[in-house]
């Protein structure tokens, strides 16, 4: 059919821009609010709590796709009150256009609700205390199918069930089971946490994974939710001015770790994120935190609602404040102040008063001096004969066995300087290693050789080490166990969310095997996003070398140093460890010939 000259008028006056029809902006503005079950998850807790909900009930089936149920013990709704729950930019939270400057609770922008209405199957029992009957609303794809009176207890249930059936596309973006699991149990925790009062259950495909009671203070919810391992080894930082209170916890330098779990960071009872905070509290570790490791921190802000704006992100995972620079000083220097002191209860008596103030020991004025003598003996304090007074390195526990071995020609050792760096000749060339990056990456070459020919050297353990491991870290670890054991690491389930350690690597001596392999499984978390065997077996063997390596800080005499440096030779000498660090700077006779004017 051809198109007239007047039918390309009339098109044209008409114009190109439309309204969109009311379906599809729910489903464009689900898109912003609704990424996956956690987002319906977190909507659905923040108005229980806001509805004053005190004992919450959180069930959800098949990591949340196929239901996701919320029951509250709150001040529920009126008929009137569901109906219009469900309707674009309706909230009970707002009433004036001054309210948006000082919002103090946790859902406000009006739009949550409908949006999981859009994408999912809603049904919604609630009653209210002075109420006789209560309601039930049904609704799918956002239209309401039923409302009817019904038999509820005070409070509301709220069901979402088929989360993205009428998005398929939404629905294929989703993670793999355990993955949205886990990002369920995080919104769970991070609730509890910002309402240390309130009561959280959390029942997963019939089975109670959670069960936080009410408690009276933050840091009795942080041992409920992180356990005593955690919390035990924390201090406290705190700050209360005029507009701003600080209340948090963060890990002692000595117990710091490679993994980044958990940092959470709580303003005015709402779970954020922000760089600034974050960048606050690694400059107040400062060099208190070892090379490779994070801090482990739960961070409490209570500012004033004028000072802080949250309608910054849909999702309402960012909040912006009125003096970030103030902020970010405060936190830092509490922060640095707790380290600091602990550090300063821990380090040698040769420390001037300095690390009070908070400086890392790195920044004070160290001596280390070269030794060159044949003969190495160690001082009382275990560090080497001249080598003046060391820098105390916070460290986690790490192989301390002497590194000996046969001895071996070829290699000259010469000495170490600061504890970190080995000095050698080795063939004709000067040598200048880092103990650490150089034992970690022969560790990694023997580790992969073991797992390659499916023959790991394997050290069994006269008493197995137990481990506890929230439940969705625990399912995790469940499903690579067998994964684990042509590494060398045998672990083997015990209780609910128990586990044995009974046998690990021989190449990795002595060390927290339980906070390791809790760290482990940060990288196994990555293991969907890899379709490489390898891919997925790398980062395990390079943590399990980083592990078992000895530490920046950590004297060795010449015999050891010789073994180390003999070792690193004989794996090819490789230039990087394998996290991409430098190992050696090397010196051949020739460039030090041009150096000193020789050539």
């Not at 103030?326 to 380290?339: E, M, Y």
């Amino acid at each position: 059919m051809s198109v007239t000259p007047s039918d390309q008028s009339l098109l044209a006056a008409q114009g190109k821009v439309r309204v969109l029809p009311g379906d599809v902006v729910s489903r464009i503005a689900a898109g912003e609010i609704i990424e996956r079950p956690a987002s319906v998850l977190k909507e659905l807790i923040d108005n229980s709590l806001d509805a004053a909900g005190r004992r919450i009930q959180v069930e959800v089936s098949e990591s949340g796709s196929r239901l996701i149920r919320v029951t509250d013990d709150g001040e529920g709704m009126t008929r009137e009150d569901v109906t219009l729950a469900f309707e674009r930019h309706a909230t009970s939270k707002l009433r004036r256009e001054e309210d948006l400057s000082t919002i103090a609770t946790l859902g406000f922008r009006g739009e949550a609700l409908p949006s999981i209405a859009a994408v999912s199957k809603v049904k919604v029992l609630t009653a209210r205390k002075d109420q006789v009957v209560g309601t039930q609303l049904t609704m799918a794809g956002g239209v309401v199918t039923a409302c009817i009176d019904a038999v509820a207890a005070p409070g509301t249930q709220i069901e979402v069930a088929e989360l993205f059936y009428n998005t398929p596309a939404r629905r294929k973006f989703l993670k793999a089971p355990p993955t949205e699991f886990s990002h369920l149990c995080q919104m769970v925790q991070q609730a509890a946490l910002a309402w240390p009062e309130a009561q959280f259950r959390l029942i997963h495909n019939g089975q109670e994974v959670l069960a936080y009671q009410g408690v009276g203070s933050r840091r009795d919810r942080i041992r409920q939710v992180y356990g005593a391992k955690v919390a035990d080894h924390m201090v406290e930082v705190g700050e209360e001015r005029a507009g701003l209170r600080l209340e948090g916890y963060v890990m002692k330098p000595t117990a710091v770790r490679a993994g980044r779990s958990p940092q959470d960071i709580v303003v005015n009872r709402r779970a954020v994120k922000h760089p600034a905070i974050l960048h606050a509290l690694y400059d107040g570790y400062g060099s208190f935190l070892p090379k490779g490791c994070h801090p482990v921190f739960v961070l409490f802000l209570d500012v004033d609602p004028g000072r802080v704006d949250v309608n910054v992100h849909p999702t309402k995972r960012e909040v912006r404040f009125a003096d970030p620079e103030l902020l970010h000083q405060t936190i830092r220097h509490r922060v640095r102040q707790a380290v600091g002191r602990y550090a300063e209860g821990m380090a040698a008596p040769t420390f001037s008063s300095a690390g009070l103030t908070g400086a890392a020991p790195s920044e004070m004025a160290v001596s280390n001096v070269l030794d060159l003598n044949a003969q190495v003996t160690a001082s009382d304090n275990g560090r080497a004969w001249g080598a003046g007074p060391a820098a105390v390195v916070p460290q986690v526990q790490e192989a301390i066995q002497p590194y000996l071995g046969r001895t071996e020609w070829g290699v000259t050792p010469l000495g170490q300087l600061d504890q970190t760096f080995l000095v050698a000749q080795v063939g004709p060339e000067l040598h200048v290693v880092d103990q650490h990056t150089a034992h970690e990456r022969v560790l990694f070459e023997r580790l992969t050789r073991g797992w390659q020919e499916r023959r790991p050297v394997v050290q069994p353990l006269l008493i197995p080490e137990p481990l506890e491991l929230p439940p969705h870290r625990a399912e995790l670890l469940c499903r690579h166990l067998g994964e684990l054991e042509p590494l060398g690491l045998h672990v083997e389930p015990f209780g609910a969310s128990g586990f044995l350690i009974r046998a690990v690597p021989a190449e990795l001596g002595k060390l927290d095997y339980a906070a390791f392999v809790e760290e482990l499984l940060d990288d196994l978390t990555e293991w969907h996003s890899s379709t490489s065997l390898d891919a997925r077996i790398r980062p395990v063997l390079a943590s399990l070398a980083c592990h078992g390596a000895v530490r920046a800080g950590r004297s060795m005499e010449l015999p050891e140093i010789q073994r180390l440096i003999v070792d690193w030779v004989q794996e090819g000498m490789p230039t990087t460890c394998p996290h991409g660090r430098r190992i050696a700077l090397r010196l051949s006779t020739d460039e030090l010939g041009r150096i000193f004017g020789r050539s």
